[in-house]
């Protein structure tokens, strides 16, 4: 059975463009909103809403002997801001409750009235650690809809950058699950890290963090010498950096003792909770995007898909360890084969794609990222989804933790690797 | 049915979801494990809602897209987390964001906006402010206004002569 | 939500002119006294000493100044604890402007406090959303003073990227008191280095938000070594 849908051919420009005007001008018929007030507050015809559950007024039913303790939006845990309604007894977690949402800065929304360019910068700040995860995704599925490809130059750029975001945020996952158990060492040796590679990164786009780096056809700028020299410095380092932050963790007792054992999510709860990435890896699935369903350069680099036995913590931090090493494989051969060439399509200030939908998901540190984009026809987009991989892993939380103690519930949450900015968009 | 270069769509209408994707999922031949994404689309405050999914399965090379076509006066949608129960916080992500109810979820919650939120900020009839001043939270002495400056505080740093100027200007 | 002003720091404090201030020093007329809504008025009613000089912790210790202050100002300067709440982006910045190779150890500000009673400074780094505003004036509210706070980013200055969403607070100026203004997305560390070094000349010279401290505009205290 087929949906009426009104998004026309993409023969017909003339009467998307008409259609679009029309709808322009049917809403801006209702952009009467006076000073001071909401807008849009008062929505035309809000359904009937069911009644209130329980925990949306945010009243817990407790048995007898346990207590309610709220771990809140602050806390020194380091993932950002979330809430965890916890339910103990003594010492013993028997329910969790996540409550999100103090981040939510509604980058869907205000994606919809920006030019296809612009997008790509709004979508910086979610995952504030993979950026450029972030901005591969929605590149990739606009120049679906606009039926270009990218140079190969842009590319190889492209996915080494890629694969240097994934070391440094790999890295960092290491130290916070260190810090939040307690340790202060790993997560210096993180920073360290990072801001080795950020140095590079910001040599070639110019920022530290939230690299405006990707354009719809390509790259924004190609590589300088500065980019070149700290690439080569670094690449001559960074094994040895990786294995001076391996050696503090790996072995260490206490590590051990707190991640052995801890958090075990099996393969086949992990698919029905949509875990995916290093997380779903270190349960023994074999499910990575850039092998499952490949994008951009991917199928021309050799790699495999390295997984772990044992699913608990100590196996996604040695998934990570794994990935890290693998990464650097991966920018070995990057650099080994790059071709010479522009590094952006000819494209137009403000592209206007073809009325159609497209999809792309790729590989974040966090797991399966993916971009679910509808043109209309105009200069910005219809829709803009994207799904975030952290917001789906955080379901796992509430189905691992009952049982364990309180202390455990911030490790395992560490391992999960949970970024706010992403679950919270 | 419609084909990209990697993706199947495939269009049903909202109540046949839970029957659809079982099928999917639980074929052998078919085996779409792995439930990618569900989004909701809003086509208009005339038009109706879709909720979308995407499946991937280990047997065929392309993503498979299921549009699922719910009404706007009556957004009701049978839940599939019975089938993942990882679609229970994008569930709730579209009943927060657009307003669409899914029967049988058993914990059917505001998950962004705070719970005493009145409204569905992602459909197509919410309109963002023009002006800052006219978003949510003016409040109190935004930088933005100057009438709200304290110029009595700059005269320690700059001098007598700025706060004279500015007064002589206004 | 409704958003209420927080209640520990006035609007309106009246000064002492510096005429009035000259008086003093020489000894000519008793000291002045000056109200402060520390809540010990209720007490000190019970005992008859509100009006006298002596009473409460008003008046006498604040308008003649000691030595001492100069001390106790440079000891708040260099140990300021700020508090972890980091929200977004920034927040990342934030703890690589706090280890190794931006060391803001070097200023005293190593122990990010987790509880807001033991901070002295709370850094907003990262964006305000309308349900975060709650928490986080609360936060302010459970610090003791002396408190400053420093808005880091542009998203707490005034929104930022974000500038015409409906769930993102303009600026955090909108819900608390703000003494230094970081700009950047996300400022560098470099950056967030030169707003604390701000912050400690603002201390050390007792301007900012915090409107109990009374501005001596007769006695400029200058120190030598004082950070330009």
């Known amino acids: 059975m087929t949906s009426e849908v009104k998004i026309p051919d993409p023969i017909d420009l003339d009467r998307a463009e008409e259609a679009r005007l029309r709808r322009v001008a049917g809403l801006a018929a209702q952009r009467t909103t006076p000073a001071g007030e909401y807008a849009g507050f008062e929505s035309v015809g809000l359904p009937e809403l069911p009644p209130q559950t329980e925990r949306e007024r945010q009243v817990y039913t407790l048995e007898e002997g346990e207590m309610l303790v709220n771990m809140g939006p602050q806390h020194p845990s380091t993932h950002g801001v979330m809430r965890l309604v916890v339910k103990v007894r003594g010492e013993v977690v028997t329910d969790i409750d996540p409550v999100l949402g103090y981040l939510h800065r509604g980058i869907e929304k205000l994606c919809e009235e920006a030019t296809y360019t612009t997008v790509l910068t709004y979508v910086d700040p979610m995952d504030y650690l993979s950026t450029m995860h972030n901005e591969h995704a929605p590149a990739i599925a606009f120049e679906k809809l606009y039926g270009i490809t990218p140079p190969r130059r842009a590319e190889y750029i492209r996915a080494l950058v890629v694969e240097l975001n994934r070391i440094f945020s790999h890295s960092l996952m290491m130290g916070f699950l260190a810090l939040d158990m307690g340790g202060i060492t790993p997560i210096l040796y993180g920073f360290i890290n990072r801001d080795e590679i950020v140095d590079m990164l910001s040599a070639i786009s110019g920022q530290r963090m939230l690299f405006n780096f990707f354009r719809v056809g390509g790259v924004n700028w190609d590589t300088n010498d500065e980019f070149l020299s700290r690439l080569g410095t670094w690449r001559g380092n960074v094994l040895k950096n990786v294995e001076m932050s391996e050696r503090v963790m790996t072995d260490n007792e206490v590590f051990r003792a707190r991640t052995i054992g801890m958090g075990t999510l099996s393969g086949k709860d992990a698919i029905a909770l949509g875990v995916s990435g290093p997380n779903l890896r270190a349960s023994g699935v074999a499910f990575d995007v850039r092998k499952a369903h490949p994008y951009s350069i991917y199928p021309e680099l050799e790699f495999e898909v390295i997984t772990q036995a044992g699913g608990d913590s100590n196996a996604r931090y040695l998934q990570r360890l794994a990935e890290v090493k693998q990464s650097i494989h991966l920018i070995d051969q990057i650099i080994d084969k790059m071709p010479h060439g522009p590094v952006q399509a000819q494209v137009p200030g403000i592209i206007r794609p073809k009325p159609g939908r497209a999809y792309a998901a790729i590989e974040s540190p966090r797991g399966l990222y993916s971009v679910y984009a509808i043109s209309d026809g105009g200069p910005t987009p219809y829709r803009f989804r994207m799904r975030d991989p952290s917001f789906v892993s955080l379901q796992a939380i509430p189905k691992l933790m009952p049982g364990r103690l309180i202390a455990d519930t911030m490790a395992v949450m560490a391992s999960f690797d949970p970024v706010m900015g992403g679950v919270d968009k | ?170 | 939500m409704a958003l209420k002003t927080p209640t520990t720091t006035p609007d309106k404090i009246e000064l002492p002119t510096p005429a009035e201030a000259e008086r003093v020093l020489t000894g000519a007329t008793p000291p002045i006294v000056i109200p402060d809504q520390a809540g010990d008025d209720q007490l000190l009613g019970e005992f008859g000493m509100e009006e006298h000089p002596q009473g409460g912790f008003h008046g006498l210790l604040e308008v003649i100044p000691t030595r001492a202050d100069i001390v106790l100002d440079l000891i708040r300067a260099n140990s300021l604890w700020p508090l972890l709440s980091g929200l977004s982006c920034c927040a990342i910045e934030m703890m690589s402007t706090a280890t190794s190779k931006n060391d803001i150890d070097r200023f005293g500000m190593f122990p990010f406090r987790a509880s807001p009673r033991q901070a002295d400074v709370l850094i907003v780094a990262g964006t305000l959303t309308t349900k975060m505003a709650g928490p986080l004036v609360r936060l302010w509210e459970q610090m003791p003073e002396p408190k400053w706070c420093v808005a880091m980013g542009t998203c707490t200055t005034s929104g930022g990227r974000f500038k015409r969403s409906y769930s993102v607070v303009q600026g955090v100026d909108r819900v608390m008191p703000v003494d230094v203004y970081v700009p950047g997305c996300p400022p560098r560390p470099e950056g967030l280095i030169y707003g604390m070094m701000k912050l400690q000349e603002l201390v050390k010279q007792r301007r900012g938000e915090w409107p109990t401290y009374v501005d001596r505009g007769v006695q400029r205290i200058d120190w030598e070594g004082d950070v330009r």
Not at chain 2, 33 to 47: I, K, M, S, W
């Open chain 2, 1 to 170: 049915m419609w084909t990209d270069e990697d993706t199947v769509e495939v269009s049903i209408s909202g109540d046949r979801n839970v029957a659809v994707l079982q099928v999917l999922r639980d074929d052998p031949e078919l085996n779409f494990f792995f439930l990618a994404d569900a989004a909701a689309v809003d086509y208009g405050p005339t038009e109706h809602f879709e909720v979308v999914y995407h499946l991937y399965s280990d047997r065929h090379p392309a993503w498979l897209r299921v549009r699922a076509r719910v009404n706007r006066a009556d957004p009701h949608v049978p839940t599939i987390t019975g089938l993942w129960e990882g679609a229970m916080f994008h569930e709730r992500e579209m009943y927060d964001m657009m307003g669409i109810l899914f029967d049988g979820n058993r914990d059917l919650r505001r998950i962004y906006m705070s719970p005493d939120y009145r409204s569905f900020p992602q459909r197509k009839d919410f309109l963002l402010p023009d002006d800052a001043a006219d978003s949510s939270a003016a409040g109190v002495r935004p930088l933005e206004r100057p009438e709200t400056w304290d110029l009595s505080r700059l005269s320690d740093e700059l001098g007598p002569g700025v706060l004279a100027n500015a007064e002589g200007e206004s």
